[in-house]
């Protein structure tokens, strides 16, 4: 069965840290991967997504995000965390027929 | 260009009434979506439609019927409204995936729906 974890639930980082979010993911094939951040009261913004190709992806507002297949991992990363930043992450893997699986998703709280 | 627009934001709704949510996509994208969110549980995908007139149930169908008589519209309705669809309802739409690369999901803003 498909399926993707997130395995941190809340994450709280100082501002001016680094970041990173995990992902893991379960799929007969090497799905499409997406990252989502959701700012409180807010619809899904798209961040970055990997399809094929260099396994480290650049997104916006300074996010990356590397694959690495032996690991079925796509996390995310950020190298100096804004307090903007603050919101809730989801990873998003697709493996086809239209759909999307998103993970339960990381609130990540950022303290001065 | 708005977008994905939802009607309403909010709502409140007693046990056992009907109501339609609505969303409307300006980008001429072929397929559509309705969400559901809740707490602990990521995004869950109610049903969805690859095009004018079609739908599908997603993963927690149950409870709601959805229409899609234009390509710009997709309509979520809960026949008997249940404490248990209190949720934040989300609306999505992305193309027809010709290539690789060119699949990604646009969100509306949510509706926050409260049944008493």
């Known amino acids: 069965a498909q399926s993707v974890t997130q395995p941190d639930i809340h994450i709280t980082v100082s501002e001016g840290a680094s970041l990173e979010l995990r992902c893991n993911y379960s799929?007969?094939?090497?799905?499409?991967l997406f990252w989502y951040v959701q700012s409180p009261g807010q619809g899904l913004q798209l961040l970055l997504k990997y399809f094929s190709g260099d396994t480290l992806v650049q997104g916006i507002k300074g996010f990356e995000a590397e694959f690495k297949r032996s690991q079925s991992s796509f996390n995310l990363r950020k190298p100096s965390v804004h307090w903007s930043d603050a919101a809730e992450y989801f990873c998003?893997?697709?493996?086809?027929?239209?759909?999307?699986?998103f993970g339960t998703g990381t609130k990540l709280q950022v303290i001065p | 260009n708005a977008g994905v627009t939802q009607t309403p934001k909010f709502r409140v709704l007693k046990t056992g009434q009907s109501m339609t949510l609505l969303c409307a996509q300006d980008?001429?994208?072929?397929?559509m979506y309705w969400y559901r969110q809740d707490p602990g549980m990521g995004l869950r995908l109610i049903h969805y439609s690859v095009g004018e007139g079609t739908t599908a149930k997603g993963e927690v169908p149950d409870g709601y019927n959805v229409s899609r008589l234009k390509k710009q519209n997709f309509l979520l309705g809960l026949e008997s409204a249940a404490p248990s669809q209190t949720s934040v309802y989300f609306c999505?739409?992305?193309?027809?995936?010709?290539?690789?690369?060119?699949?990604?999901?646009?969100f509306g803003p949510g509706t926050r729906l409260t049944v008493t």
């Open positions: 999505a739409s992305s193309k027809l995936q010709v290539e690789r690369g060119t699949y990604e999901q646009y």
């Open positions: 980008m001429n994208h072929e397929y």
């Open positions: 998003a893997p697709w493996g086809g027929y239209q759909k999307v699986t």
């Open positions: 799929y007969g094939a090497t799905p499409y």
